[in-house]
């Protein structure tokens, strides 16, 4: 049974959830950032059964405008400013209705030239905007997490013996892979997966500007030498989720180099910012690096979801993931074809590359550079602005486009005000007007508000802390 529209009945659908497109835009980007729905509310809207018998589309398109976008925490809008989530780009909603049309699978070059094509060079085009080597392979991926353990993966594979594959890590001496204490949740996650184990990840602390201790580093290493286990990988953060510190990158390429370990860098969020003349010095050592992972998602404003994994050797790559069954076998009459099965876990992936591509060509790297700095200004703006003001106080430096700060109010003993700024983070949510999250910096709770959207300007981060102490003076 065909399911298709007819070409007219097409035109009016595409042009109707255009308008909801542009909605978006023109009427909803200054609503209340959360939408203030709690989930019961949002479960009734939605809570049905199974449905035997199709609506009308244009009424479905309704029901999407009115329940979907009304439930929709709105982080494409200025006034977002929590975790670390872009706030994508118009060109690159164009490029995902193109893709979702096409409906490309490109597991095997044959079965999308152009996605694999277009692919390869959208990992060239993020290596080069970031400073890295335009020879590494590599591949797009959902998001941070899953890009890190497919770099950990290949970390554990060429630094391991050959009986690896064939015989898993039974015998072999425990594995031990280094990050700072800031790193991501992620590479708990991953030598959880991999068969590492969480007790062999170590955590070195930091330093009074949240970098990793290298001189702790060292000893963690030779510690573990001396017990008999195997120093494998030495991981660089070029970007904190907490703070944005960035870790000295040339000393662990360093270490990594002298103690013949792999080195891998999470640059998942600060990358694009590596060859901005402001900051570029962070970032000395990047280049060194194995591999590194790159989230377009997050500060080339590219909508969820896209992550890089970029490998310095694509023979290391390959070898990780190259399997090919019977079924995927094909006829290779003419050279020049990649299959990015063999260089990634997954099989099955949209087309992620033409919303990049996309992004890339329409801006160019100077207008993008140039926005980053804008992102990174406005973190350093709010830092002047909390530094002037009596019943506030920043809590870490500002590198990029992160700053971290607290409410205070006299009278209030450190318990009082970790209490205090962990009630004002809730009730800034509930309020809606701006959104930022809580988090905890060398123990105290911390405001936590990150840029990476474009459409903030000047006068939405002057408006922060006013929202802040009105919020504040309704818990006081």
Known sequence: MNLDFSPDQLSTFIK???EIV?????????RHVFPGKTPEEIQSIFNESLPENGMDVGDLLKKVQNDVIGSATMN????????ITGGGNQV???AE????????????????PVSTELEKLVIKWVSQFIGYTDQAAGAILDGGSTANLNCLAVARKNMAPDTLSSEGMYGLKPMTIYVSEEGHSSFDKAVDALGIGLNNLRKIPVDDHFKIRTDL??????KDRKAGLNPICVIGIAGTTNSGAVDDLQKLADIAKEEKMWYHVDAAYGGPAAKLESVKHLFTGLEEADSVVVNPHKWLYVPFEAACILVKDPEKLRRTFSLIPDYLQSNEDEGGRTDLMEYQLPLTKSFKSLKVWMTLKAFGAKRLRETIQADIDHAQYLQSLIEKLDDFEMLAPVPLSIACFRYTHPGLDEKQLDELNQKL????EQDGRIFLTAT????KTALRTCFINPRTTKKDVEWIPEVIRDVASGLI
Do not use: F
């Open 440 to 443: 905890k910096v060398k123990g």
């Open 97 to 112: 209705m193109i893709s979702a049309s096409l409906n490309q699978n490109n597991l095997k070059w044959h079965s999308s």
């Open 76 to 83: 494409v809008g200025p006034h977002y400013y929590g975790y």
């Open 425 to 428: 983070a809730h009730a800034i």
């Open 217 to 222: 580093l060292k000893e963690q290493i030779q």
């Open 92 to 94: 690159a909603i164009l």
């Open 22 to 30: 542009r909605d978006i835009y023109t009427d909803k980007l200054d």
């Open 16 to 18: 109707k959830a255009g």
